[in-house]
């Protein structure tokens, strides 16, 4: 694109009566050779018929300095042919400015500071514009829109229906002969309707004769998924005979040191007889998507002894007591145990959410059912019936044959054919013993990733989702707000694999799961980004001529989008990508960017901060801000007009993961004072919206205090911290004191060279 | 505003909690036009109100900023606060919907500089913080509120209120005149994100709510803990702003009680949790009592309910309770008996905190359209009609369900063009 350019600066909101704008024009139009305009208000209709009567005249490249990029967007928006930059003149410079405290007079240079940071943002937003692209939409040669469900159980059928039905071909794979899954073998299914009291015919034969008679679903029973290769809109999949073992099946990750100890003969190639990940099987299938039900398996409860599960007859789980219920009749006299755990512990079995409990109540009836005077015991530390469940577990409350109470389960012993179970502290205010036909335990229900890949990605990364055991095994968003989000692009988890869910449950989950299948199919198609930076039509690109092989950015993508080849070359895809620019931030050779973000972008901003020489008051430092979440916190601040050192200049990023530290490096030699990373949490309750880009940033600084070492700078002129959006209160503090520190420190001594 | 207008396929989506917001949004991702219309004068619905989301104690703000975002760069959402449905008419695949928009009082020439509120003299009680302070009558309703757009009440106002927050506007953002506005929308299918209400606690005779400032509710103590709250995050008792040396949590405050709410309001045992963190981190050494009937903190907030449960200045009673007493030193007794030990408890605590239930929306507000409701007001959705319910107008739920809904609600709903 020819880029036009035109600077615009906003007198309203504070921004005309705190700086001298002729003068910020002059920075504008001298320094920067750029055609600049101002206006009392810049985001009323005024102000943007004079905008857009410039790029009616051809004006294609828009300098805005007003207000922050996060309010006034769709006023400042000209087309999508059209590019704006924004210099935070408001919230960031004006309405930021350090004011004195009470009684005292302000500095002397105060009018100038605050003029000189807001000729450095300018100075920056026509920097930008010049060095930004429109974005050129990643296009995939072929898309292929068919989703593939893996799990033919009631979530599996659910996604396969529900995408069906908005129009997309579908592969539905089960590994068992029969669709159906676990629910076939219940006898029951929970109320799901007012008024919630009344077990429900098990909808799963339904389900599966309207998934059967959909022309638009292939099902394959008795077969699985070896592999998946490629990328969402272009997955090649593999399929096998269930069990089988193929040489198509998903190599593990072998690491860089594990694959010189099998080379060297120290170590077994586990991925002896299978074909390299990045192998192209000519059999393979293409999708578009995947939902990913593979379900769950029933707990082993054996290792609770005083329960006696394997050792005493007749001591069952509910999984199995379904199964008999299903067949046949049950025993008249029944306890059902809830809650391992004694007189220690009050948590239910492992793996149940609040599903078993609900499960002991719809047992429970089967005991009075089938049985004119059932009885069945339902021993629980906490009944679990949320929601409208409530009125299913009074409806059980009421029901005569219906005994239940909070107490600790102590033991489970064989007594003459029956079955003793030692309760205490019960409600009854006593401990009680009972003597019954049966014990059923509420095992919980495991997701089939605690125990094997269950998603079989051919990707350099490896073939299962990452970081599981955050989740304690299964396949689960760590976002309350984005509950479908997981590593692998293109991928989405619902059902029992998901979380140990009720069939109402699971119902809405794959439904959801089949949206999101479907979102991103369209987006690829767009050749936009999905979430967290939707919409987004830029993707990094490689300059592969000055790559190292380094392997850096293959390894710290989060989200595994990057391939490689023998030699260790990335092989990107860039619809598993989610523009966070982590692999830009990995890359030491600052061969990855973006059209709108990348290397050089930040850096000639960096460079274009004035760095000015001998003024212990007029330190620089650069504070590169997580857009999503600092940034936002740092604008707050402003709003609410807590000061921030007039030394500081902000730079928003994507995300921490794609701070390179040439940039810190660059602004250190270009003379300025201090640099500070300011990010998400990151460890086990990470906020990163990227999972892994906080983290490596900060191991990154860690490592960059060395460098500075060698280089004879203090590395305490280096900070990274974590903040969340809230913390605009603390954020001023949090700057102004590395800002003290690094005044304390003095100047940068490269100052000047 | 156009009249009349939508595509085929279009979406209405009626709340802007974060139900509606992730229904619009995961809709609109997918390539639909959608109209989002919200009661309020800003988008994020009751979860904008709390501190933090259990488990993961992280600010809501910051998936709403994400979300925020999201629309400002998708051209598909067309978003109206202030606006609710009027009536609909048609059927399912052609709705012609009229939405009424209640006047702001300040028009898009706002650019929230926020002199207005400065020059304002008269003041309300703060909504947003339950009444806990007074805010300007010309007012953003909340710091991080979506759109940055300021809002008056026009009958708070003086006469000379009303000329100092016309005059101090640079923007001649202040209209007073600024009439209802009715409008239609023309749609395939409705999604109904219409949320909660926290219960009113007043109704619960026995637990005295409305009678001792030492008596609060679990939304209350959110905003209390939140920075942007009424204390700046200080948890203190209302009033004499005593601090806290000893809390009481009265769970079930209105749910699993058929004179009341019948159902389990699904989050209160883990908001108890969530809020004993914000009361130890501000106050080590304080003693705190839950009354309970059952800790329902299923699956992995398993975890997060160990973590709470090994603080040894707290304690656990399972017993509901009975009856609130209020003290001469401003505290208050609460009064249970516990249901394993058969021993009547009286408690002394400086706070009591009412762990109130989520009443749906519409089960006060009445319905607009022929929706299907059952008998505590949550809605049944009918897919046929292309009434789809989310969120908890359709059920108690915590976040992260409510979320998993709405994106199941936006393939029901965008199903329907393709039938």
Not at chain 1, 254 to 263: F, G, R
């Amino acid at each position: 694109m020819d880029k036009k350019y035109c600077a615009y600066i906003c007198a309203g909101c504070g921004i005309g009566e705190g700086l001298d704008l002729e003068a910020l024009t002059e920075v504008v139009t001298g320094e920067m050779s750029m055609e600049c305009k101002t206006h009392e208000c810049l985001c009323g209709a005024d102000g943007r018929a004079l905008i857009e009567k410039d790029v009616a005249g051809g004006i294609n490249t828009v300098v805005v300095g007003a207000c922050s990029p996060r309010v006034m967007t769709q006023e400042f928006d000209f087309g999508k042919d059209k590019i704006t930059v924004r210099a935070n003149l408001r919230e960031q410079v004006v309405w930021s400015e350090v004011k004195p405290a009470a009684g005292e007079e302000p500095h002397s240079d105060a009018v100038e500071f605050l003029q000189e940071t807001a000729s450095d943002y300018m100075r920056m937003a026509c920097t930008r514009a010049k060095k930004t692209e429109l974005p050129e939409a990643f296009q995939l040669e072929v898309i292929n829109k068919t989703i593939l469900v893996m799990g033919g159980g009631l979530a599996g059928l659910t996604a396969a229906k529900e995408a069906a039905a908005a129009g997309y071909k579908v592969i539905l794979t089960e590994k068992e002969e029969k669709l159906g899954g676990k629910a076939l073998g219940w006898r029951k299914s929970f109320p799901t309707k007012a008024p919630w009291t009344d077990l429900e015919e098990n909808p799963i034969h339904s389900l599966i004769s309207a998934v059967q008679s959909d022309n638009r679903i292939t099902i394959k029973t008795g077969m699985e998924v070896a592999r998946i290769t490629g990328s969402p809109g272009d997955f090649g999949i593999s399929f096998k005979a269930a069990g089988i073992k193929t040489e198509w099946d998903a190599p593990a990750k072998v690491t860089v040191d594990e694959a010189d100890l099998i080379e060297k003969g120290k170590m077994e190639n586990p991925n002896e007889g299978l074909n390299k990940y990045t192998a192209i099987n000519p059999d393979a299938v293409k999708v578009g998507a995947v939902v990913l039900a593979t379900g769950w398996k029933p707990a082993d409860v054996s290792q609770y002894e005083h329960l006696g599960y394997g050792k005493v007859k007749n001591v069952v789980t509910n999984a199995e007591f379904e199964k008999m219920a299903k067949e046949g009749k049950v025993p008249a006299n029944v306890a059902f145990i809830q809650s391992p755990g004694g007189k220690d512990d009050d948590k239910d079995f492992p793996y149940c959410n609040s599903v078993t409990s609900m499960v002991a109540l719809k047992q429970a009836q089967y005991v009075c059912e089938d049985n004119a005077a059932g009885k069945a015991y339902i021993l629980y530390q906490h009944m679990r019936t949320p929601g409208h469940m409530e009125l299913f577990y009074k409806q059980a409350q009421n029901n005569d044959g219906i005994f239940m109470t909070k107490g600790n389960v102590m033991k489970v012993e064989e007594n003459g054919g029956a079955l003793t179970v030692s309760v205490e502290d019960t409600l009854l205010g006593e401990n009680i013993t009972l003597s019954v036909d049966m014990v059923v335990l509420a095992a919980g229900m495991e997701p089939t990733t605690l125990h094997e890949k269950s998603i079989n990605l051919a990707y350099r990364q490896g073939p299962g989702f990452n970081d599981l055991e955050l989740f304690d095994g299964y396949a689960d968003s760590h976002f309350i707000c984005f509950p479908y989000e997981t590593r692998r692009t293109g991928v989405y988890a619902c059902g029992g694999v998901r979380k140990a869910e009720t069939m109402e449950e699971a119902v809405d989950d794959a439904t959801g799961a089949a949206l999101k299948a479907i979102q991103c199919i369209e987006s690829v198609d767009r050749g936009v980004s999905v979430h967290p930076r939707s919409g987004d039509a830029t993707y990094p690109e490689f300059f592969m001529q000055r790559c190292t092989q380094c392997k850096r950015c293959t390894e710290e993508c989060p989200f595994g989008a990057l391939d490689d080849d023998e030699k260790g070359t990335p092989l990107p895809n860039p619809t598993r990508c989610r523009r966070c620019g982590t692999c830009m931030g990995a890359c030491p050779e600052r061969i990855i960017g973006f059209k709108d973000y990348n290397i050089d972008l930040i850096g000639s901003m960096i460079k274009a901060i004035e760095v000015p020489e001998d003024d212990e008051d007029r330190l620089r430092i650069l504070v590169l801000v997580c857009e999503n979440d600092a940034y936002p916190a740092i604008d707050m601040a402003g709003m609410k007009r807590n000061g921030i050192s007039h030394m500081v200049r902000f730079i928003p990023v994507r995300c921490l993961g794609s701070v390179n530290m040439a940039w810190i490096r660059d602004a250190l030699s270009a003379g300025l004072d201090g640099a500070m990373l300011l990010g998400c949490t990151y460890g086990d309750d990470y906020q990163c919206h990227f999972v892994k880009g906080s983290e490596i940033a900060n191991k990154r600084m860690e490592n960059i205090g060395d460098t500075l070492s060698t280089l004879g700078l203090e590395p305490e002129r280096c900070a990274a911290n974590q903040v969340a959006i809230t913390d605009y209160d603390k954020i001023p503090q949090i700057i102004n004191d590395f800002v003290d520190q690094i005044v304390e420190m003095g100047p940068n001594p490269f100052k000047g060279f | 505003m156009t009249d009349e207008q939508g595509t085929s396929g279009a979406v209405l989506v009626v709340g802007g909690g974060i139900s509606g917001l992730t229904a619009a949004l995961e809709t609109a991702e997918v390539g639909n036009d959608v109209f989002l219309v919200e009661k309020s004068a800003s988008f994020g619905g009751r979860v904008a109100q709390l501190n933090q989301y259990f488990p993961k104690l992280c600010p809501p703000s910051c998936g709403l900023e994400i979300n925020f975002r999201r629309i400002r760069d998708n051209r598909k959402i067309r978003t109206y606060t202030m606006t609710t449905v009027k009536s609909v008419s048609g059927t399912a695949g052609n709705y012609h919907v009229t939405l009424e928009t209640a006047p702001r009082y300040v028009n898009s020439n706002c650019t929230a500089c926020g002199d207005c509120a400065v020059a304002c003299p008269d003041e309300i009680d703060n909504d947003f913080n339950f009444g806990m302070n007074t805010s300007k009558a010309a007012y953003l309703p909340h710091e991080m509120a979506f759109p940055r757009r300021y809002v008056i009440k026009k009958d708070a106002l003086s006469a000379a209120g009303a000329e100092a927050v016309k005059g101090s506007c640079k923007y001649n953002a202040v209209d007073l005149d600024m009439q209802t506005e009715t409008f239609t929308v023309n749609v395939a299918s409705i999604i109904w994100a219409t949320g909660w209400v926290p219960y009113d606690a007043k109704k619960m005779e026995n637990l005295k709510f409305g009678q001792s400032k030492a008596i609060v509710t679990n939304m209350m103590i959110e905003r209390m803990a939140a920075p942007s709250g009424p204390t700046g995050g200080k948890i203190v008792r209302p009033g004499d702003e005593k601090e806290i040396e000893s809390i009481a949590f009265v769970q079930c405050a209105g749910s699993r009680d058929e004179n009341h709410l019948e159902y389990c309001s699904h989050i209160c045992c883990m908001a108890t949790f969530k809020q004993m963190t914000y009361v130890r981190e501000q106050y080590p050494d304080a003693k705190i009592y839950v009354f309970y009937i059952d800790l329902r903190t299923p699956g992995k907030y398993e975890k997060f309910r160990e973590a709470r449960m090994a603080d040894k200045n707290a304690v656990f009673i399972k017993g509901k309770v009975a009856d609130i007493i209020l003290e001469a030193d401003g505290g208050v007794s609460v009064i249970a008996e516990n249901a394993v030990t058969a021993e009547k408890i009286t408690q002394k605590v400086d706070m009591a905190v009412l762990a109130t239930g989520m009443q749906p929306s519409l089960a006060l507000q009445g319905v607009p359209a022929d929706l299907q409701m059952d008998t505590s007001g949550f809605i049944i959705s009918d897919f046929d009609k292309a009434m789809i319910a989310t969120g908890c107008a359709k059920k108690a739920a915590d976040v992260v369900t409510c979320t998993q809904s709405s994106t199941a609600a936006a393939l029901k709903a965008i199903q329907v063009s393709r039938r």
